[in-house]
C-alpha cells in the first residue's frame, strides 16, 4: 500500500475489505454492548417511566444501527467474493487499544454512557469533518504512536476502498462468480444487493458511507447524527438521578487467554462465566453459518444456503440478545463488586465450514445438538429470565434445524 | 389593509401542517388554528395508554378531558349525536388534536392508480355504474410529481421493484426508504398464494408502503417493531401531522390551540379575511388578537366532516350547493381464520403487506374494487391471546403443558385478512348542520351514510375472494362476519368536491372554493371519488400542490421544480 491514499492492486484492495470487515464487525458488536447495557425494567432503577421511553429508544436506535453494521459487513463480502477473495469473519478479541487501526480509536466492549457514545461519534465521524481535539484526547490518541495514518474514519477507510474499485480495470478485477453473491432473495436481510461490477460496487460503498456518516446537506440522519443527538440528550438528562444502564464490567472474557487484550477480564462468577461461554459458541456458529453463506456458489444449493441465513439470523434476536441482555443483570464475581457479567464476544479458533454442503450441515448439526444441550443444563441453574428464554429459543431453533 | 397574518390555516392534521409548513417556510406570516388540545408529551401519551384500563384511555391520543366537550371529536359511531331515523351511524371517527387523526393512523400509503381519477370516463356505461362517478379535474400524471414530494416530506418506505407501474401508474422517483421489511406471515402466505388466480385476477402479495421509517429519517429513528402503531407509534418512528406542526412553528408559524374557529365572514368582493373564533380551556391567550383574527388567504384544512359544517354555518362557498353531499369512506371488513402453518403473529407493525390486484379491472364497471391487508395481529380484534385462554381452560378444560400447547397451536397460526373497499360518490351520503350544538354553541354536524350497492357489491367479492384466501391457506371454515357487514376504515372523504364546472363542485383543481378566491380547502373533503387505497398520501400530496399554488397566488418565490 502507498502513502497516497489511493490504492491500486487487488491485493491491497481485499487487504481493505479485510480490514473494513473486521471493523464492520468489532464496531457492531461494540454497540451491541451498549445496547444490551441498557435498562428495561422500571424496577431496575435509576429513571422515571418517561425516561424509560427514551432508554428504549435510544436500545432501538443502537439496536438498529448495529444491525446496519451487520449490513455493512455483509456487503464487504459481496465485494470481496466479487473480486475473487473470500469472506473475512474474523478479528482479535476485545479490547483493541487504540493504535491497533489506524483509526486511532480504541474498540472495546463497555456500558452505554457518555465515554462510549463519543467512542462511537469518533467511528463514524464524517470524513470531511475532524473530531474535536478534545474528543480525541479522550481516548490520547494525540497519533504521535502512529507510524503512518493511512485513515482516520470508518469513512476514509472507505474511501481508499472505493479509489481501488475506480482505479483497477473492471474487466480485470471482478472474477468473482455471479451466483456467489448474496441478495435479499436467499438472504433476509433488507438492502442487501450484490455487487457484479464497478458501479454495483461504489453504490455498495455509498450506502455505506451514507449510513454511517451521512452527506454534507444531512448528518442528522446518520450513525454519525444519531449518536451525537443521543449524547446531547444524555447529557441533558443526567444529574437528575438519571442511570439508564446497568452497572457491567468493561471488556469481559468467558475464558480469560492470550488472545485478549490487556483489559480484558474474566468473568469471576462461575454461572456467568458459563453464560458467556454459551453466547460466545452460539455466536461464532451463527458468524461460520453466515460466512460459509457468503462464500461457496449457491448454485444448486439454495435452500441449505437460506437455512443457514435463516437460522444464523434467528440465533441474532432469539438467542444472543436475551442471553446478552441477561448476563448484564448477572453478577460479574467477589472481584467486581457492584458490577454485573456481560458478554465478551469471544471469538475461539475453529475451522471454517467445509465447502461440501452435506458436511456443512452435519457439522451445524451436530455443534447445535450440542449447544442445546448446553443450554438445557444451565436451565437448571438461577438464572434471570432472559437467559432462561435464550436457552429456550436454542433449543427451538435446534430442534427446527434437525428436524 | 393590513391583515393581522399572511394566511390562516384551520385544522393542524397533515393537510393543514404540510400546508403550513410550506408557506412559513417561504417566509409567509401563518397562524394555525387547531380546535383541540395542546398535546401531551409522547411519553407522557404512551404512560396514559400503557397503564389504563379502557381501550381508548383518557390521555392517549382519544378521548380528552376538555375538548370532548368544547371541541368534540367523535371516538366511537355512538359520538354522531345526529343520524336521520332509518340510518346507522356513521363509524368513522377523526380527531381534533394538533396533528389531527394521523396520531392514530397506521401509516399505510399507497397511491391512488390512474383510472381513480377518471372512473366516469374509464368505466361508465354500464348498468349498474353509479352516477356520482365524475372524472377529477386533475390526472394522475398532474399529481404524480406531487405524490413524490409527499413520499420525501412525510417519509414513506416502500419497494420501487414493486410498485413501479402499478396498473399503469408509474413512479417517477423512487421512494426515500427501502420498504418496511414484509414479516415471516406475508413471506409465508406469498409462498403460498403468489400467481394463483381468482375471478380474473391474480395474487400477488407487495410490501405496503407507510409513513413509517425503516432506517434514520428527517430526525426520526426507525421502527423497533413495538407493534402499537394504532393508537401511537412510542417512538415517533411513524408519521404524524406533529412533525409538521413543529416544523412549521419552527420556521415562524403560530400556532393557537384550544381555539374553535366558528364562522367565517366574506367580504364585499367575496374575499374571506376574516375568521371568529371562540377558545376554551387553560393555554395561555395572552399574546392572542381578540376574535376575529384577520387574514389574506384562508386554508380550511379540518376534516371531510368539520370543513363542510363550517361551511355550512358560515354560508360560503357553496353556490353550488354542493358541500356536505358525497360523503365517502372505505367499507372495511376483517375476516378471521387459522393458517395450516403457524405463523408467529402479534410481532412489528400491525399491517407490512397486501394485495393490490383488485383494485383495478373491467369489473369496476359493476362493482367496487378493493384493496387486501394481510395483517400480523393475530385475531387481537377478537380478543386474543386472553380470550383463547379463557376459552381453553372454561370450555376445552386446558391446563398445564396441554394448555401451553394448544395456545401455541391456535395462536401462532391465527391469521386476520381484511379488505378496505371503494366507495361510490352518492349525493345521498352527506353532512349537514344537526340542530343541536356543542358547550361553545356551535352546530354539530348531523351525518348521513348509507353503502352504495356498487360498494356492497365489490364489498360481497371481497369476502369471497378473503375466503378463497383462506382455503389456499388451509382454512376451510373462515369467521367471515355477517353477509353485507362493515366496518368503517377511518377514511373520511368528499362533501367538498373538486371539479372543473362551478355548478357541480365546491373546489376547483388547485382546492380553490369557486365562490371566494382567497379561500382554499385542503385534505379529503375535495375528493371527489376515492379509489380503494388509504387517503392520506393523496391528502399529503394535494395540499403540498395547494400550498404551492397559494404561494405563486400571494407572490412568493416557490421552490418547486414542478
Redesign the interface.
Known amino acids: 500500500m502507498n502513502d497516497s491514499k489511493s490504492i491500486d492492486t487487488r491485493s491491497d484492495l481485499l487487504k481493505l475489505l479485510c480490514e473494513a470487515a473486521e471493523l464492520e464487525h468489532g464496531i457492531a458488536c461494540s454497540y451491541l454492548y451498549a445496547g444490551f447495557s441498557l435498562k428495561r425494567d422500571l424496577a431496575e432503577g435509576g429513571m422515571t ?2 425516561q424509560q ?2 432508554v ?2 435510544w436500545a ?2 443502537i ?2 444501527i448495529a444491525s ?1 453494521e451487520m449490513l455493512h459487513l455483509a456487503l464487504v463480502w459481496n465485494m470481496t467474493t466479487a473480486i475473487g477473495g473470500t469472506p473475512y469473519y474474523l478479528r482479535p478479541n476485545f479490547p483493541q487499544p487504540s493504535r491497533y487501526y489506524p483509526l486511532h480509536v480504541p474498540i472495546e466492549l463497555e456500558p452505554f454512557g457518555p465515554r462510549s457514545l463519543r467512542r462511537f461519534i469518533l467511528y463514524e465521524h464524517p470524513e470531511k469533518v475532524a473530531p474535536q481535539r478534545k474528543l480525541k484526547s479522550l481516548f490520547a490518541l494525540a497519533g504521535e504512536d502512529a507510524e503512518k495514518i493511512e485513515f482516520g474514519s470508518v469513512g476514509e477507510l472507505y474511501g481508499l476502498i472505493k479509489s481501488g474499485f475506480n482505479n483497477i480495470p473492471e474487466k480485470n478485477l471482478f472474477i468473482g462468480s455471479r451466483t456467489q453473491q448474496m441478495s435479499s432473495d436467499l438472504v ?1 436481510f ?2 442487501l444487493v450484490k455487487v457484479v461490477g464497478k458501479a454495483s460496487a461504489i453504490a455498495a460503498i455509498e450506502e455505506i458511507t451514507h ?1 454511517g456518516e451521512g452527506i454534507a446537506h444531512d448528518r ?4 454519525f ?2 449518536f451525537v ?1 443521543m449524547l446531547k440528550e444524555l447529557v441533558h438528562a443526567k444529574g437528575r438521578g438519571f442511570s439508564p444502564a446497568r452497572p457491567a464490567m468493561q471488556n469481559p472474557a468467558a475464558r480469560l487467554d492470550a488472545s485478549y487484550g490487556g483489559k480484558a477480564k474474566a468473568i469471576g462468577n462461575p454461572v456467568a462465566a458459563e453464560v458467556a461461554g454459551l453466547f460466545d459458541s452460539v455466536y461464532s456458529l451463527m458468524l461460520r453459518m453466515l460466512a460459509w453463506s457468503f462464500e461457496f456458489d449457491s448454485a444448486g444449493v439454495e435452500d441449505q444456503l437460506r437455512k443457514f441465513c435463516s437460522v444464523a439470523i434467528d440465533l441474532m434476536p432469539r438467542v444472543l440478545l436475551p442471553l446478552g441482555e441477561g448476563l448484564m443483570l448477572m453478577p460479574a464475581g467477589p472481584k467486581y463488586p457492584g458490577k454485573t457479567a456481560g458478554p465478551g464476544f469471544g471469538l475461539t479458533r475453529h475451522v471454517m465450514l467445509p465447502p461440501d454442503a452435506k458436511n456443512a450441515r452435519q457439522l451445524c448439526k451436530e455443534r447445535l445438538e450440542e449447544l442445546a444441550s448446553l443450554g438445557g443444563t444451565l436451565l437448571k441453574e438461577q438464572l434471570p429470565d432472559s437467559v432462561k428464554n435464550g436457552c429456550r429459543h436454542l433449543q427451538a431453533i435446534a430442534n427446527a434445524f434437525l428436524t | 389593509m393590513k391583515r393581522d397574518f399572511d394566511v390562516i390555516v384551520i385544522g393542524s392534521g397533515v393537510a393543514g401542517a404540510i400546508a403550513a409548513y410550506r408557506l412559513a417556510k417561504l417566509n409567509a406570516r401563518v397562524l394555525i388554528l387547531e380546535a383541540g388540545n395542546h398535546n401531551p408529551s409522547r411519553a407522557q401519551m404512551v404512560g396514559g395508554y400503557a397503564t389504563a384500563t379502557l381501550p381508548k384511555s383518557l390521555h392517549s391520543p382519544y378521548v380528552q378531558i376538555t375538548s370532548d366537550k368544547d371541541a368534540p371529536s367523535p371516538d366511537s359511531s355512538i359520538n354522531y349525536y345526529d343520524t336521520p331515523d332509518g340510518f346507522v351511524r356513521f363509524r368513522s371517527t377523526y380527531e381534533r388534536r394538533t396533528g389531527g387523526a394521523t396520531w392514530h393512523w397506521l401509516g399505510h400509503t399507497p397511491r391512488m392508480l390512474r383510472s381513480d381519477f377518471k372512473m366516469k370516463s374509464t368505466y361508465a356505461g354500464g348498468p349498474d355504474f353509479p352516477d356520482g362517478f365524475v372524472d377529477w379535474p386533475i390526472s394522475y400524471d398532474d399529481l404524480e410529481p406531487w405524490y413524490c414530494e409527499a413520499e420525501a416530506e412525510i417519509g414513506v418506505a416502500g419497494s420501487d421493484a414493486e410498485w413501479q407501474n402499478l396498473f399503469h401508474s408509474p413512479r417517477s422517483k423512487p421512494f426515500p426508504m427501502s420498504m418496511i421489511w414484509p414479516s415471516y406471515s406475508d413471506r409465508w402466505i406469498a409462498g403460498q398464494i403468489n400467481d394463483k388466480k381468482f375471478e380474473g385476477s391474480v395474487y400477488r402479495v407487495l410490501s405496503t408502503p407507510s409513513a413509517r421509517n425503516s432506517t434514520l429519517y428527517d430526525g426520526r429513528p426507525p421502527c423497533a417493531g413495538n407493534s402499537i402503531c394504532v393508537p401511537l407509534c412510542p417512538i415517533g418512528a411513524k408519521y404524524d401531522g406533529a412533525v409538521h406542526v413543529a416544523k412549521a412553528v419552527e420556521k415562524g408559524a403560530t400556532l393557537w390551540e384550544q381555539t374553535v374557529v366558528t364562522r367565517l365572514e366574506k367580504d364585499k368582493d367575496s374575499s374571506v379575511h376574516k375568521v371568529e373564533f371562540a377558545t376554551y380551556g387553560d393555554l395561555n391567550k395572552k399574546n392572542r388578537t381578540a376574535s376575529p383574527v384577520t387574514a389574506e388567504m384562508v386554508i380550511i384544512a379540518a376534516n371531510a366532516i368539520e370543513t363542510p359544517k363550517l361551511l355550512l354555518i358560515s354560508e360560503l362557498a357553496n353556490k353550488s350547493g354542493k358541500v356536505g353531499f358525497y360523503l365517502m369512506d372505505h367499507l372495511s371488513k376483517s375476516t378471521y381464520g387459522k393458517a395450516s402453518e403457524p405463523l408467529f403473529p402479534f410481532r412489528g407493525p400491525p399491517s407490512t403487506s397486501g394485495i393490490e390486484s383488485f383494485r383495478d379491472g373491467e369489473f369496476r364497471r359493476e362493482y367496487a374494487g378493493f384493496r387486501l391487508s394481510l395483517n400480523n395481529d393475530g385475531w387481537g380484534r377478537k380478543g386474543s391471546p386472553y380470550a383463547d385462554i379463557v376459552d381453553l381452560v372454561t370450555n376445552e378444560r386446558r391446563i398445564g403443558m396441554e394448555l401451553q400447547q394448544a395456545l401455541f397451536d391456535r395462536i401462532g397460526r391465527q391469521l386476520r385478512l381484511s379488505c378496505s373497499v371503494e366507495v361510490a360518490p352518492d349525493p345521498a351520503n352527506r353532512v349537514e348542520l344537526s340542530t343541536m350544538k356543542d358547550a361553545l354553541g356551535v352546530f354539530r354536524p348531523k351525518v348521513t351514510f348509507a353503502a352504495p350497492q356498487y360498494s356492497l357489491k365489490g364489498l360481497a367479492h371481497a369476502t369471497s375472494t378473503m375466503k378463497n384466501m383462506f382455503e389456499i391457506l388451509g382454512e376451510k371454515s373462515p369467521d367471515l362476519g355477517e353477509v353485507g357487514a362493515f366496518d368503517g376504515a377511518g377514511h373520511i372523504m368528499g362533501t367538498c368536491r373538486m371539479g372543473d364546472d362551478a355548478s357541480k363542485s365546491v373546489v376547483d383543481a388547485n382546492c380553490c372554493s369557486h365562490d371566494h378566491h382567497n379561500l382554499f380547502l385542503l385534505g379529503a373533503a375535495v375528493f371527489p371519488s376515492c379509489g380503494s387505497p388509504n387517503p392520506t398520501l393523496t391528502i399529503a400530496a394535494l395540499a403540498l400542490r395547494g400550498a404551492d399554488h397559494i404561494a405563486k397566488h400571494m407572490g412568493l418565490k416557490t421552490m418547486q421544480v414542478v
Open positions: 417511566w418517561e421511553q427514551t428504549r429508544r432501538s436506535q439496536y438498529f446496519q433476509h433488507p438492502d449510513q442528522e440522519n446518520s450513525h447524527g444519531a443527538a
